[in-house]
């Protein structure tokens, strides 16, 4: 199993990105996949899941429509588009997988993370 993560990078404030979730070694259909991020000296929080099995998706209070999460089965990935960044988006953003959307703690894979800055 791996979870491969890119599309970070360095972007001024009010700018956009989207970061790609690629799996590998296990089919993304019947599992769950979030987007996580841990801002300097923060506690690693979930960003956005989506729970390819059911279709649920969840959101963190801060993203405040701002980012979606969507999926792409037939590439296996999962994409998070992120508009209108904050410099207080600025972590480092890891994709996770498990069976449902779980909290940190609870979530079975974990990918390398990828950097993103937000400058003001």
């Known amino acids: 199993v791996q979870l491969v993560e890119s599309g970070g990078g360095l972007v001024q404030a009010g700018g956009s990105l989207r970061l790609s979730c690629a799996a590998s070694g296990f089919s993304i259909h019947d599992w769950a996949i979030g987007w996580f991020r841990q801002g300097p000296g923060k506690e690693r929080e979930r960003v956005a899941c989506?729970?390819?099995?059911?279709?649920?998706?969840y959101y963190g209070p801060f993203v405040k429509g701002r980012f979606t999460i969507s999926s792409d089965t037939a590439r296996n990935t999962v994409y998070l588009q992120m508009n209108g960044l904050e410099p207080e988006d600025t972590a480092v953003y890891y994709c996770?997988?498990?069976?449902?959307?779980?909290?940190?703690?609870?979530?079975?894979?974990w990918g390398q993370g990828i950097d993103v800055s937000v400058s003001s």
């Open positions: 989506i729970s390819n099995s059911d279709g649920n998706i």
């Open positions: 996770a997988a498990a069976s449902l959307c779980y909290s940190v703690a609870l979530m079975d894979y």
